[in-house]
């Protein structure tokens, strides 16, 4: 069973791809329909949300070193079901790499057909295993794509910042 924090913060995940809100407001939307949520449920939920958003362009990367299909032909539901327990994974210590997979599998059990299970399953599980071997783009090649993905800043403002103040305080900030 999924634990609630996770179901509502893929909710919440969710919902940000189909709408032009904020997460706020949708995290205030969901504790509305779920008021029996006790406080640490609500805070690990609110943790996941902007976790993910912060980490996205990172997990992505991960995703993408993870994976033989690229990000842009996985369904954005399947995307977000990843990058929660990837985030889980690499930034969230208290959270077992196996309670991770497990309810990211789960989850992809309610919504997609069994070979995007087994998709997850294998990103999942390779996630636990290896993540944090993954290499990062290093800055002596790409020192703007390292910074966004590093850092997980976008790349579009990473590209202006070494224009205006300089690769090594592009690099310090």
């Known amino acids: 069973m999924v634990a609630v924090s996770r179901r509502i913060a893929l909710s919440v ?3 940000l791809d189909d709408s032009n809100t904020f997460p706020e407001r949708l995290l205030d939307r969901a504790f509305e329909r779920e008021p029996h949520l006790i406080r640490k449920d609500r805070a690990l939920t609110t943790e996941l ?3 993910v958003l912060r980490w996205r362009s990172r997990l992505d990367w991960v995703i993408g070193q993870l ?3 690229p990000l842009r032909k996985i369904d954005p539901s399947v ?3 990843i990058r929660l327990g990837l985030y889980q994974i690499l930034f969230h210590s208290r959270v077992p790499p196996s309670a991770a997979v497990n309810d990211s599998v789960d ?5 997609a057909p069994l070979w995007v299970v087994r998709f997850v399953n294998g990103v999942m599980r390779s996630a636990a295993r290896r993540a944090k ?3 990062l ?10 910074i966004a993905i590093r850092e997980s800043h976008p790349l579009w ?5 070494p224009k205006r103040l300089g690769a090594e305080e592009t690099k310090r900030l």
């Open 67 to 69: 994976s033989r299909i």
């Open 133 to 135: 071997e993954i290499p």
């Open 137 to 146: 783009p290093d800055y002596a090649d790409d020192p703007v794509q390292a």
């Open 49 to 51: 949300v902007y976790g």
């Open 107 to 111: 989850m992809a059990k309610s919504r």
């Open 13 to 15: 995940l969710n919902g």
């Open 79 to 81: 995307i977000n079901i």
């Open 157 to 161: 403002l990473v590209k202006r910042w």
